[in-house]
T-cell receptor
């Protein structure tokens, strides 16, 4: 079974600074997807970024980028120029290629200080 | 983007009663929907995978007789918590996969269940 581990229960960052959230996973599969989701106080899950395992290039979405290290099974999220609206719980997730079944990490609560 | 709607968003019920939560895909057909449970300050735990027109596949440890899932149409899946007890109080979230975009997954807003 796949597992996803987020070792940082809480992180904080100053507004406009950069922060990196860590995620490691375990799988025996060679093809899969990795995701970062944001869950604000409203509890609505919002997709931040997605990475296909077969792609070597790291995914980027505006201020959000990932550092995908397949051999190390590491998938960290970098948030640049942090904004107050980035404050939320962030979940790393592993997705099977066969059908969108996701396994989530424990989450990292991000606080952005003004 | 695609929208997935859950109803009700918040429900309180008495112990021993049954509660139904609906998950609808509003602008796409969802052959597969997923039901998650989330306790406060914890992660999402997959409960079951719901496929249109067939029986749901439950994760290990999830009581299928307690959490009844029905996926009768391509836009609607329901989760019924039968004979609810206070320990069933939780946040339930559904997600749906667009059959045209199999790698896309869309989440509902979640439903908070409180059992008194």
């Amino acid at each position: 079974a796949q597992t996803v581990t987020q070792s940082q229960p809480e992180m904080s960052v100053q507004e406009a600074e950069t922060v990196t959230l860590s995620c490691t996973y375990d799988t025996s599969e060679s093809d899969y997807y990795l995701f970062w989701y944001k869950q604000p106080p409203s509890r609505q899950m919002i997709l931040v970024i997605r990475q296909e395992a077969y792609k070597q290039q790291n995914a980027t979405e505006n201020r959000f980028s990932v550092n995908f290290q397949k051999a190390a099974k590491s998938f960290s999220l970098k948030i640049s120029d942090s904004q107050l609206g980035d404050a939320a719980m962030y979940f790393c997730a592993y997705g099977e290629t066969s059908g969108s079944r996701l396994t989530f990490g424990e989450g990292t609560q991000l606080t952005v200080n003004p | 983007g695609a929208v997935v709607s859950q109803h009700p968003s918040w429900v309180i019920c008495k112990s021993g009663t049954s509660v139904k939560i609906e998950c609808r895909s509003l602008d796409f057909q969802a052959t597969t929907m997923f039901w998650y449970r989330q306790f406060p300050k914890q992660s999402l735990m997959l409960m079951a995978t719901s496929n249109e027109g067939s029986k749901a596949t439950y994760e290990q440890g999830v009581e299928k007789d307690k959490f009844l899932i029905n996926h009768a149409s391509l836009t609607l899946s329901t989760l019924t918590v039968t004979s609810a007890h206070p320990e069933d109080s939780s946040f339930y979230i559904c997600s749906a996969r667009d059959s045209r975009l199999p790698r896309e997954l869309f989440f509902g807003e979640g439903s908070r269940l409180t059992v008194l």
